[in-house]
């Protein structure tokens, strides 16, 4: 696409950013993000619907499933547009860019009927529930238990999940569960979708350091997931698995760097108002993450060529991401942790007191401490290094042990 076709775009996608994102919802702008996502919930999910009529939702889903099938750049424009008017965190990212594709790739008709539209229209929330106490990194040791109803075929899921974002605030979870009693490791394993609202299913806060609760520990005792409702075939969730954290790990993650670059103008403006600026480490830390931003600029441009490149020989677009996104989680994750420990350098001894009315400090000091957590969600730092070694870098694989 040249630029003289993307900037028509761009500027559609601002002028109903602009249009939209006032009245009742000019109170979300550059709300519910990261280390924020307890923010206005339900107006972030009537944003959601806003969003939905105005026909900017499921920008790559194919039109067939209610999507408009924009090509890869057009999706990046809309994200940074989004980013630039200070569009609040997605309450729908899951559903949109994790189960969505998910079932559109692997659904059955009947599930893509009756669970799609409610992800594109904005009325239906879904989160995330694989993590459990003892399988994160290794989450092939799931130990939820799914057992079939011989009587209904329905699945009775017993177990605990942990760290399930928004679970709070969903209608449904998937969850990976063990449906083969003595099965180990990625064999043996079922993807099921549950309504989370029903008996069985006790959903507990867990408060973060930054005194939100954004996530969520998941008790699952007994609790059915229908028949019709198992993705993929029994014994082979982890194949659907995987190919959802591809997801994950794909266009969804390149609007971030908008959000980036204010983040960074609040460091930056925190350190002239306070007078930071002047001392010379400061002024240069600040340069060093403006040129980083600009090495996840090409990086991101690097990884579109090559999904582009993909896409016209015909091999999988999603998939291409996946392999040229190697070096790019690692990277962002960990920009954005530095980030946050000089928004706290900036800010000084005052870094450490909370005022409620000081808006930015409080924005400054929720982002530095949430950037805790992004070495840690969609792959820690370690595990992206192994990853880097061994796909990257044709470095024999990390032996694994029995567990
Ligand atoms: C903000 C946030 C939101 C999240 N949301 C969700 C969600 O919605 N749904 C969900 O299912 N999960 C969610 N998670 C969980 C996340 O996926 C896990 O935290 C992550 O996979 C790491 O697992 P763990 O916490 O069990 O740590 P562990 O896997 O126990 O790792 C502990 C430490 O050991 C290191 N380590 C582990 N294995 C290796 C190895 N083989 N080699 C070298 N080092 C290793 C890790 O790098 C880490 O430093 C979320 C996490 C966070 C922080």
């Known amino acids: 696409m040249t630029a003289h076709e993307e900037s028509p775009f761009r500027a559609e996608v601002a002028q109903w950013m602009a249009a939209n994102l006032a009245g009742e919802f000019a109170c979300l702008k550059h709300r519910g993000g990261p280390g924020d996502e307890d923010a206005f919930p339900e107006l972030r999910k009537a944003w959601e619907r806003r969003l939905a ?3 900017w939702t499921g920008l790559g889903w ?16 809309f994200h940074e547009e989004y980013a630039r008017a200070g569009g609040p965190g997605r309450m729908g990212h899951i559903g949109e860019g994790l189960i969505g594709p998910t079932l559109i790739a692997f659904g059955t008709e009947d599930q893509k009927a009756r669970l799609l539209p409610g992800i594109r229209n904005g009325t239906t929330f879904w989160c995330q529930g694989y993590s459990e106490p003892g399988a994160g990194s290794d ?13 209904s075929g329905d699945w009775l899921v017993s177990g605990q999940k942990v760290w399930t974002s928004l ?44 005194g939100g609760a954004e996530f969520n520990e998941v008790f699952f005792d007994g609790a059915r997931a229908a028949a019709a409702d198992v993705l993929g075939e029994p014994g082979d969730g982890w194949r659907i698995a995987m190919a959802l954290l591809g997801f994950e790990r794909g266009i969804s993650t390149l609007g971030q760097q908008m959000q980036f670059t204010h983040e960074l103008e609040w460091v930056a403006k925190a350190a002239r108002d306070n007078g930071s600026s002047r001392d010379a480490l ?12 600009r090495v996840m600029r090409a990086n991101a441009l690097r990884m ?29 994750s960990n920009w954005h942790r530095d980030l946050g420990q000089l928004a706290l350098d900036v800010l000084g001894p005052l870094a450490n ?51």
Request: hydrophobic share 40%.
């Open 53 to 55: 009529e105005g026909d």
């Open 62 to 77: 194919p039109r067939a499933h209610g999507g408009r099938e924009l090509p890869v750049m057009h999706q990046v424009i």
């Open 139 to 151: 989450l092939a040791n799931v130990r939820t238990r799914a057992v079939c109803d011989a009587a």
């Open 167 to 210: 679970a709070h605030d969903s209608d449904w979870i998937f969850v990976l569960a063990r449906c083969e009693p003595g099965s180990r490791g990625s064999k043996g394993l079922i993807f099921l979708m549950l309504p989370l609202d029903q008996p069985g299913i006790e959903i507990r806060p867990i408060r973060q350091m930054g």
């Open 282 to 293: 400061v002024r240069q830390r600040i340069a060093r993450a403006w040129a980083g931003l």
């Open 304 to 332: 579109l060529a090559g999904a582009a490149q993909a896409g016209q020989d015909g091999e999988d677009v999603d998939m291409a991401l996946q392999r040229e996104a190697l070096i790019y989680k690692y990277y962002w």
């Open 353 to 403: 007191v909370l005022d409620a009315g000081d808006t930015r400090r409080t924005r400054l000091q929720q982002m530095a401490l949430f950037s805790r957590a992004d070495t840690i969600y969609a792959g820690t730092n370690e595990i992206q290094l192994n990853i880097i070694a061994s796909r990257g870098l044709g470095m024999p694989r990390e032996a694994r042990g029995q567990s």
